[in-house]
């Protein structure tokens, strides 16, 4: 073989070793290509305050936000009983949401009652997410199932009030009356405003605050609060109660007051500083949220409650 046919001849070989590379890397791209990608879930709350506790007869909180590989084919949950746990009897629960189907994402915030049936112990909790493309997630969290009876402290709302300048007087009792009807406060009004908690004990918070109802901002737990959006009316609190109490945001006696607060006042009653009341919670007419908070922070454990707000004037 001549010089020039070994130079031809080792031309062509690489020319062949290149093509090859091209083949592999074509056929690498196209099984990639042919995976389909996954749903993938985040900021995931199961139970209020992601306290991972389900109160029987009681509403359970979840949240968790849903992005799909391709688009959203179901959604579901499923309480599943361990193994190595022992029950008084056979209990599991499944519930499927088919109202996303089709959407890229989605925030998932729902609210169910853990049913009558339900037996206590420690369960799985499986959050079940079926893509159109096929592809699967599933992923598991922990969850205790609580019959109320054997609650280390069960808060409810025993008892708001709030009333305005004129001595209009507005109540809320027990969780079991319907909330008041056509609350409505004018700018210079000043409003005051009690409420009791009952069943608490330990370290707990309270805060009663307006929220613009175009914020869509409705906390559920006091650390949910976004002090952007709010106005706080009042925040209290308890710290190391021993024994099963009452907790109000007043003390007859002139310990601590009815506190006030004015309606278009520039700052508002937050502690331990009060918080300008301006930007995206600025004063203006229109339908407002004023919501009740309550956080135990010791048995992770919250109550809520808004009723509905008229603000006039501006």
């Avoid at 031309?11 to 890397?25: D, H, M, N, S």
Wanted: glycine share 6%.
């Amino acid at each position: 073989m001549t010089k020039l046919q070994k130079l031809i001849f080792k031309r062509f070989v690489q020319i062949l070793g290149y093509a090859a590379i091209i083949i592999v890397t074509a056929c690498s791209k196209d099984d990639e290509a042919s995976i389909a990608p996954e749903p993938s879930i985040s900021e995931v709350e199961v139970g209020s305050g992601n306290n991972g506790i389900g109160v029987i007869g009681r509403d359970f909180h979840l949240n968790v936000e849903v992005l799909a590989g391709n688009k959203i084919d179901s959604i579901t949950i499923k309480i599943q009983p361990l193994p190595e746990e022992t029950y008084t009897s056979d209990w599991r629960f499944e519930l499927n949401w088919l109202e996303f189907k089709g959407a890229k994402n989605a925030t998932v915030h729902k609210h169910f009652d853990i049913p009558e049936d339900a037996v206590e112990g420690k369960y799985d909790f499986i959050i079940i997410v079926k893509d159109e493309n096929g592809t699967q997630l599933e992923q598991t969290f922990s969850l205790e199932i609580i019959d109320p009876a054997n609650l280390a402290v069960d808060p409810y709302l025993y008892l708001w009030d709030f009333y305005t300048t004129d001595n209009q007087i507005y109540q809320y009792v027990n969780e079991t009356l319907e909330n008041p009807e056509d609350v409505n406060y004018e700018k210079g009004d000043t409003i005051q405003s009690s409420a009791t908690i009952n069943k608490v004990k330990g370290d707990g918070s309270m805060y009663i605050v307006f929220i613009k109802k175009s914020a869509e901002h409705r906390p559920e737990t006091v650390d949910d609060i976004d002090f952007s959006k709010v106005i706080v009316y009042d925040t209290y609190e308890h710290e190391s109660w021993e024994d099963v109490d009452s907790f109000s945001n007043i003390i007859y006696g002139g310990i601590r007051p009815v506190p006030k607060l004015v309606i278009g006042a520039s700052a508002d009653n937050n502690t331990p500083e009060p918080n300008s009341i301006d930007g995206e919670k600025t004063w203006e007419n229109g339908d407002y949220y004023m919501g009740l908070i309550y956080t135990n922070y010791t048995y992770k454990i919250s109550v809520y409650h808004y009723v509905d707000v008229t603000l006039e004037g501006f």
